[in-house]
């Protein structure tokens, strides 16, 4: 059966053009054998809800000047282009049909792919400072008893507000909370988005249309306009104990959720910015929430910190340390830790040559009680590890760790922000050697709540003094970084007098012991409660920490792989903002779903760290994601900019749509590498048509005339050069179930008649990721020389449009520091004659080189260019 595979605009989404003129193109994919009929497809649309239904014609079109294939057919189908032209006026409500000539009846693509029609809106005009219209013509029935005022917004093309509302003072055992109603966006919009507070510890996203209807608090949301604006709304919190959140009211209206601890009336405040792009708003509103919390919040966390003692240089004095590979416990060898399950852990890690640079030792090592039902219940006895489990202790361990594997360079161990899930032991050691208070929690989710609701932990005044001497014993046993985890906890306190004694007195506390003993080697894990956000991971005043992006890694869930790396993708949305660096977490690479979690990984740009029971390892799919240095340590491809959900209106599981990840690695507009992740979260396969403008940063760099190759990591192929608004630079791609992809944008370089790019590390999920930098030169004597410097071994790719015509024998010298390098390790791109192979890491062994004093590489690339008639 033929099927319209795939459009763009796609339908079933929302696409936002500032031009009024528009070429739809189709894609349909037939049987082989039909594919010579006489198809028809036709653009059924309405240039407004309600209005009257027309329909255009599409024209079929050649592959050649069509979208570029990236996913090919299978053998028994081909694909057929079509496309079709329409002058927009205002918003425009399409769908798509399609038949096999005039003799047979029309199929709708709503119908044979169940989705709904698409809109696309056209923004007439761009956002600027000196618009005319004000607050109230952008919220209908804005509510008159809040007050609002014009604040200058730093993000251009957007304008700025704040609304503060005023909340009455706490009473004495519990918090006042006021909702107050704030109005309608736009009067009425197109789609929204927000991203709410499932549960305490973690944000997640929804998605809706033109009713705004959340389950759960908002830290954020936004709203699209009829027009293709961006409404976007903040709550603030962390300055004057005050929380404020939003909920959706009666029909839909935005309401503010206010809490305040204080003991006097505050006010609550929600930022509301307006803009031509959602992230250009969001910036508007995040950058300003730094400058108020900022200018409101000095905390011992922002003092000086001692220096840690260090020997000579080092070569990878520039590394974090989380740029290498890491192995956690939790998922690999659960609760029940001993000793002997993490020495054969990592034992088994090193007989399969994964060479993981840090180790987690998570939950269930420490010295606890068996107080209460389980985890949640039980106390912190002692800084030491568990005597039963670890009968040699911490020290011994680690000591054995780092003397047997030398690869490992870090290592790191959990405990909760409180001691453990309940504190500490009421009767053990740490509780008698600390002053202490007892704190009430409040209902807990899924029966986590401690013996009698009660929780000991220690005293405000005291804060410094127990993280301090936890992180010297930590350092004392080799361990040099800590996970620390289940931080919401000073979140779930009713009392404000606790609230306001304690929550920033323990955060404070833990950043400070953790920049002063571990240079912050720290992980912040289940962390996104808002007082937590704004006060520790909004200000840029201290080095950014690791910070868990969504909730857990849930390896025997099946239903539960999708929504986490969509979920996470769209947390990304916030936490790039803040000055932490976002952790998807682990997984597992011998699992039913780790390719999509390994690509995730990649395209985060946050740190890699695998949970693999021992033996259960993927070693091809860890080499997708990794690399080696010339100095030998194995290192995590990452991009320098984090990923994150590039279509925020588009929900969990959308039939029509492709989860799309976009990350950026290098160096400012021009030069760096735009990149794309897909990920089929849906129940069926899903194709779409890509543009490359979509990817970050192509848009600006088009002022530079900027043309690209982009290369599929899945199939291996690459486009010819294109340009943004070309028929090529549209991308066709097809994933099934569980599939994914990610594609890297190649910004060219134009050498005389011959485009060149370099391609970094074929075969590695983000090899862009392994170029530190490229020169391209035309050297005297006509030849071309293509300078690429690595931070690791691998397959270089180097795109030359002129390849085809030239003879790797006869045209080209390649070396690699400065030495020839075996002509059998220079080969053609089995995937695409246009890409030279640079198998950088066979040449390397096999010339004994040594990297010396650097951890780069560096190779050059000499070709001739054909003289041309």
């Not at 040099?480 to 009713?494: R, S």
Request: aromatic share 8%; glycine share 8%; charged share 20%.
């Amino acid at each position: 059966m033929a099927t319209v595979i795939a459009t763009y605009p796609p339908v079933g989404q929302v696409t936002r053009l500032s031009g009024s003129d528009l070429t739809f193109h189709a894609v349909l994919e037939t049987p082989r054998e039909l594919a010579a009929e006489p198809w028809q497809l036709a653009l059924y649309h309405s240039s407004n809800e309600g209005g009257e239904w027309t329909e255009v014609a599409f024209l079929p079109g050649s592959p050649d000047v069509g979208p570029s294939e990236l996913h090919e057919a299978s053998d028994a189908t081909t694909r057929l282009y079509f496309s079709a032209k329409l002058a927009l006026q205002s918003q425009l409500n399409f769908t798509v049909k399609s038949r096999q000539g005039p003799d047979h009846e029309w199929r709708w693509i709503r119908t044979e792919q169940g989705v709904e029609d698409g809109l696309v809106v056209v923004d007439k005009k761009a956002t600027a400072e000196g618009d005319s219209d004000d607050l109230p013509d952008l919220i209908r029935d804005l509510n008159p008893d809040l007050r609002w005022k014009a604040e200058q917004s730093q993000s251009p093309g957007t304008r700025l507000w704040s609304i503060d509302a005023t909340v009455d003072a706490a009473k004495e055992h519990e918090s006042t909370y006021a909702d107050v109603p704030l109005g309608v966006p736009w009067g009425g919009f197109s789609r929204w988005f927000a991203l709410v507070r499932p549960w305490a510890p973690w944000l997640a996203p929804r998605q809706g249309k033109t009713c705004f209807k959340i389950d759960k608090d908002a830290l954020f949301c936004s709203f699209l306009s009829p027009g293709g604006k961006h409404l976007v709304f903040l709550g603030m919190s962390g300055v004057g104990d005050v929380i404020t959140l939003f909920r959706s009211g009666v029909d839909g209206r935005l309401m503010l959720h206010i809490r305040n601890d204080h003991a006097t009336a505050a006010t609550g405040t929600a930022l509301v910015a307006v803009g031509d792009d959602f992230e250009s708003a969001l910036a508007s509103v995040m950058y300003h929430a730094r400058t108020l919390v900022t200018a409101t919040s000095v905390s011992a966390a922002d003092a000086p910190t001692e220096p840690e003692a260090q020997g000579g240089i080092q070569p990878e004095w520039y590394e974090q340390w989380y740029d290498g590979l890491g192995y956690c416990t939790w998922n690999s060898l659960g609760q029940n830790l001993t000793e002997e399950k993490v020495l054969d852990a990592v034992d088994t890690l090193a007989e399969n040559n994964i060479n993981i640079s840090y180790l987690i030792l998570d939950d269930n090592w420490q010295d606890i009680d068996d107080r209460g039902r389980g985890q949640w219940q039980h106390g912190w006895n002692d800084f030491g590890a568990s005597p039963k489990a670890f009968p040699h202790g911490l020290k011994k361990l680690v000591s054995n760790i780092r003397h047997k594997h030398k690869n490992i360079q870090h290592i790191a161990v959990w405990h909760a922000l409180l001691g453990y899930w309940a504190g500490l032991a009421p009767e053990g050691p740490l509780a008698k050697r600390y002053k202490t208070v007892q704190v009430t929690r409040e209902g807990s989710e899924n029966d986590q709540a401690p013996v009698d609701n009660t929780m000991t932990v220690v005293a405000k005044e005291e804060t410094g003094k127990f993280y301090d001497d936890f992180y010297r014993f930590l350092a004392s046993c080799g361990v040099d970084g800590v996970k620390t985890d289940a931080q919401y906890m000073v979140d779930t306190w009713p009392s404000p007098a606790t609230r306001r004694d304690l929550v920033v007195a323990y955060q404070d506390a833990w950043t400070l012991a953790s920049l002063r003993h571990f240079r912050n080697r720290v992980i912040s894990c289940m962390s996104q409660a808002p007082p937590l956000i704004f006060h520790s991971q909004l200000p840029a005043t201290r080095p950014p920490v690791v910070c868990r992006n969504s909730d857990d890694f849930l390896p025997a869930d099946p239903a539960s792989h999708a929504w986490h790396l969509f979920a996470n993708a769209h947390n990304a949305l916030l936490t790039r903002h803040l000055n932490v660096l976002p952790d998807w977490d682990m997984f597992q690479t011998a699992h039913a779903h780790a390719g999509p979690h390994a690509a995730a990984r990649c395209v985060s740009g946050g740190p890699v760290y695998i949970t693999d029971p021992p033996g259960a390892h993927d070693a091809a799919l860890v080499r997708q994601m990794t690399a080696v240095t010339p100095r030998g340590r194995t290192v995590a491809l990452r991009p320098s900019t984090p990923g994150r959900a590039l279509d925020v209106y588009v929900g969990f599981g959308d039939p029509a749509a492709l989860l799309k990840v976009g990350a950026y690695h290098g160096r400012a507009l021009p030069g760096g590498t735009p990149i794309v992740g897909l990920f089929n979260v849906a129940d069926r396969a899903v194709a779409e048509v890509v543009p490359l403008a979509r990817f970050p940063g192509v848009a600006a760099a088009q002022g530079e005339g900027a043309r690209y190759v982009v290369r599929s990591h899945v199939t291996g192929k690459v486009t010819p050069p294109v340009g943004v608004g070309e028929a090529g630079s549209l991308l066709s791609v097809r994933l099934g179930v569980r599939g994914y992809d990610v594609l890297c944008a190649f910004p060219l370089t134009r050498a005389r008649e011959v485009w060149v790019a370099n391609l970094g590390l074929v075969g590695k999920m983000t090899g862009c990721a392994a170029v530190v930098n490229t020169v391209y030169k035309v050297l005297e004597n006509g030849r071309v020389l293509v300078d690429a410097t690595l931070k690791a071994l691998g397959v270089l790719g180097i795109y030359i449009s002129t390849l085809p015509e030239l003879s790797i024998w006869d045209d080209f010298m390649v070396t690699i520091q400065g030495q020839p390098i075996p002509a059998h390790t220079v080969s053609v791109n089995k995937h695409d004659k246009h890409v030279l192979d640079v198998d950088i890491e066979a040449a390397w062994k096999e010339m004994e080189l040594k990297s010396g004093w650097g951890n780069e590489v560096e190779v050059k690339v000499y070709f001739g260019l054909k003289e041309r008639n």
